[in-house]
């Protein structure tokens, strides 16, 4: 069984930083694509940064130059700093993982539990 499992969110005043990190747990021998999305209430839940296995990665506009995305391939674990932090930050942050090679087949689209991250002085 894979699972997610994402820590690191909490409150922060604007300008403030957290890092958020997610491990992946089960029989897994690699993980293709890596990612953040976020959901703000009222809003649909957007892409923040994925990290493919070597290494690349892409963000969204709205938080380029100020989150930086990695990962630690050998512990299947995916972070996110961010840094700079703004009120429209504030969203429930969800760890994604896609293309998950186990010993015995490859798994699509996992989702770990949310992580609350709330940017308010």
């Known amino acids: 069984q894979v699972q997610l499992v994402e820590s690191g969110g909490g409150l922060v005043q604007p300008g403030g930083s957290l890092r958020l990190s997610c491990a992946a747990s089960?029989?897994?021998?690699?993980?293709?694509?890596m990612g953040w999305y976020r959901q703000a209430p009222g809003k649909q839940r957007e892409l923040v940064a994925a990290i493919g296995s070597r290494g690349s990665a892409n963000y969204a506009d709205s938080v380029k130059g100020r989150f930086t995305i990695s990962r630690d391939n050998a512990k299947n674990t995916v972070y996110l700093q961010m840094s700079s932090l703004k009120p429209e930050d504030t969203a429930v942050y969800y760890c994604?993982?896609?293309?998950?090679?186990?010993?015995?087949?490859?798994?699509?689209?996992?989702w770990g539990q949310g992580t609350q991250v709330t940017v308010s002085s």
């Open positions: 089960g029989r897994i021998v690699s993980i293709n694509i």
């Open positions: 994604n993982a896609d293309r998950i090679r186990t010993p015995w087949d490859v798994r699509y689209d996992y």
